[in-house]
């Protein structure tokens, strides 16, 4: 997202998709300050579902050159941030979906630190069930996630969540040969309200 502070000359460069190391890539572009400009500041807009590593070049303008990489991981939900509580979240019509299988509590709070940012708590020792809320600051929805051994309940009034979370975690279990069972409750009345809470950003 190039804001308008930003004055730097940007170049995106294609991607080849026949390159097996370049066609993983979304992005791909090059921001170079123009005389007698030392800095730029640019801000970043994710899509959730769309998750891996955001990897910045940085050349300073010095002699010798020298470059340094600065990586930043992009969460599959990354526009959430964890929240104590909702005030009407059980007021709100709610998609469920649940985990089951031969995975540890740890285990999903491993794969839960991979689908959230910012979410590095560690389990309390003897810990038997973990309940957590995040809210997305974006749109204002939220999801609850409730897990233990071999099970994990997730809630949240925005289905494209709940969609995102089985891939993600699906994806994580099977990384790990962790076979996982997972079913789904979908709420009709969660889209007509997520499509409401949704149409004033469309102005």
């Known amino acids: 997202v190039d804001l308008e502070s930003n004055e730097a000359i940007m170049t995106k460069c294609p991607i080849d998709k026949a390159d097996p190391v370049n066609s993983k890539n979304k992005l791909l572009a090059?921001?170079?300050?123009?005389?007698?400009?030392?800095?730029?500041?640019?801000?970043?807009?994710?899509v959730e579902g769309?998750?891996?590593?955001?990897?910045?070049?940085?050349?300073?303008?010095?002699?010798p050159r020298s470059a340094q990489i600065v990586k930043f991981d992009v969460k599959p939900l990354s526009l959430?941030?964890?929240?104590?509580?909702?005030?009407?979240?059980?007021?709100?019509?709610?998609?469920?979906?649940v985990f089951s299988g031969k995975f540890t509590i740890r285990q999903m709070h491993e794969w839960m630190t991979m689908l959230?940012?910012?979410?590095?708590?560690?389990?309390?020792?003897?810990?038997?069930?973990?309940?957590?809320?995040?809210?997305?600051v974006f749109l204002g929805s939220a999801v609850s996630c409730e897990y233990k051994e071999q099970k994990a309940v997730f809630q949240s009034d925005n289905i494209s969540t709940v969609a995102i979370i089985k891939e993600a975690v699906t994806t994580?279990?099977?990384?790990?040969?962790?076979?996982?069972?997972?079913?789904?409750?979908?709420?009709?009345?969660?889209?007509?309200?997520?499509?409401?809470?949704?149409?004033?950003?469309?102005?």
């Open 80 to 97: 959430h941030k964890k929240v104590s509580e909702i005030d009407d979240f059980d007021r709100r019509p709610l998609n469920s979906l």
């Open 116 to 136: 959230f940012p910012n979410y590095t708590s560690h389990l309390p020792k003897n810990c038997d069930s973990h309940k957590i809320m995040f809210e997305n």
């Open 30 to 46: 090059s921001y170079r300050c123009a005389e007698p400009m030392k800095r730029i500041e640019m801000a970043v807009r994710t």
């Open 172 to 203: 994580f279990a099977t990384s790990r040969n962790v076979r996982v069972s997972t079913s789904f409750d979908v709420s009709d009345n969660s889209v007509i309200a997520m499509l409401r809470r949704i149409d004033p950003k469309l102005v």
């Open 50 to 63: 769309q998750f891996g590593t955001l990897q910045a070049f940085v050349i300073a303008d010095l002699e």
